[in-house]
């Protein structure tokens, strides 16, 4: 995974740093309102909007979909990765924090 995903624990914690500075501050208050009722306490991971279909293929070899450990997967070349990312984002919720936008949802 290359693409800068964050948790709502280490945000959490940059809440509780003196050494965080204001501006950051306010930004985390606002994302953890908004987003709070999806399990803030538990975790929510933030996926940046620009990586999500790579995110998505990670989650399918993650999943055991596909079988990372061959060097060529016929299979992998006739999946169509901007469907399957379509079909994730079903389960997945918008938010756009410090200008970004980012998928998530609840650990």
Not at 12 to 41: H, P, Q, S, V
Not at 71 to 89: G, H, N, Q, R, T
Request: glycine residues 4%; charged residues 35%; negative net charge.
């Amino acid at each position: 995974m290359s693409y800068q995903s964050f948790d709502s624990r280490d945000l959490e914690e940059e809440l509780n740093n003196k050494e965080t500075d204001k501006e950051r501050i306010e930004a985390i208050k606002e994302l953890k309102e908004e987003t709070e009722n999806y399990g803030w306490d538990h975790g929510i991971y933030f996926i940046p909007k620009e990586n999500w279909e790579e995110y998505c293929q990670d989650f399918a070899y993650d999943c055991g979909y596909l079988d990372r450990h061959n060097e060529f997967s016929p299979l992998e070349s006739c999946i169509d990765w901007k469907k399957w990312s379509d079909l994730m984002a079903m389960d997945y919720s918008t938010v756009t924090f410090e200008g970004n936008d980012y998928y998530y949802r609840e650990v």
